[in-house]
């Protein structure tokens, strides 16, 4: 049996497992706290059945793609700016620092006073959760860039542009994608976060309605199609660091 086949043999094993569990859970805890996966199914088939499911994801989905797409035409550029030249990673380090050790959530009851509870409350929060890994991974990356290899290419007349596109930029191409899938796991949850402390919509808006009637069986089913929604997300970014990791070897 090949490597891969037993990844996914074993993968599979895991998931068994965890439906043995989930099964023991529903009948310890009580159905109506922990519903069976029969009844989650069953529940799935009911809510794709009406358009309510899809006008959610596709909420969620609009305010995280564009809080994902502040958080990194803010991140990109400063951590390859902060990275670039040494003084300004040197003067902005500890804030970086602090700002990435600052529970994000903490900032919410600001933003809502500051932009209410519409859309832009939410991509901002989502934007605010993301950015800091996007923005500390580039930063690192550059700045852990191949100084002999930079030095080499300095002497050889290679301009600051040069070094910077063919040596440094594709050597911290892996930091970069680890920041873009560390931010786009939070974000995810900050979009989450957002339609519960705001207005009540999306999948976090399914959440607090299921939740707050004590509806556990469409409310597991939101919970899966959020992780779903994770890991085909975290999977697009590793097929997209591989296209990159060609590119940086060529």
């Known amino acids: 049996m090949s490597e891969r086949l037993r990844v996914w043999a074993y993968r599979l094993f895991v998931l ?5 569990l ?10 109506n706290l922990v519903p069976t996966p029969v009844a989650t ?24 793609l564009a809080g994902m797409a502040i958080a990194a035409a803010l991140g990109l550029p400063l951590g390859l700016l902060a990275g670039g030249i040494p003084m300004v990673g040197r003067v902005f380090d500890p804030f970086f620092n ?10 919410v009851p600001l933003i809502i006073v500051l932009l209410g509870l519409g859309f832009q409350a939410k991509i901002t929060i989502v934007a605010l959760g993301a950015v800091m890994p996007i923005l500390i991974n580039t930063y690192a990356g550059v700045r852990n860039g191949d100084r002999e290899l930079v030095e080499m290419a300095e002497a050889n007349g290679a301009s600051r542009l040069q070094v910077f596109g063919k ?22 949850i900050n979009s989450v976060v957002a ?9 976090g808006g ?9 509806r556990m069986a469409p409310y597991f089913v939101v919970v899966m199609v959020l992780a779903i929604l994770g890991v085909a997300i975290t999977e697009a970014l590793r ?3 591989r296209r990159l990791e060609r590119w940086r070897n060529a």
């Open 195 to 203: 339609e519960l402390y705001t207005a009540v919509q999306g999948l």
């Open 98 to 107: 602090a700002l990435m050790a600052t529970p994000r959530v903490a900032f």
């Open 41 to 64: 199914w069953d529940a799935a088939v009911t809510l794709f059945s009406r358009p309510d499911i899809y006008e959610a994801i596709w909420e969620t989905l609009g305010i995280y």
């Open 206 to 214: 399914l959440l607090t309605t299921y939740g707050s009637t004590f």
């Open 167 to 188: 040596i440094l930029l594709p050597g911290a191409s892996p930091f970069i994608l680890v920041g873009l899938r560390l931010g786009a796991t939070i974000g995810l």
């Open 16 to 20: 068994i497992c965890l439906l043995a």
């Open 22 to 31: 989930w099964m023991l859970a529903a009948a310890l805890v009580g159905r």
């Open 239 to 241: 097929l997209l660091e």
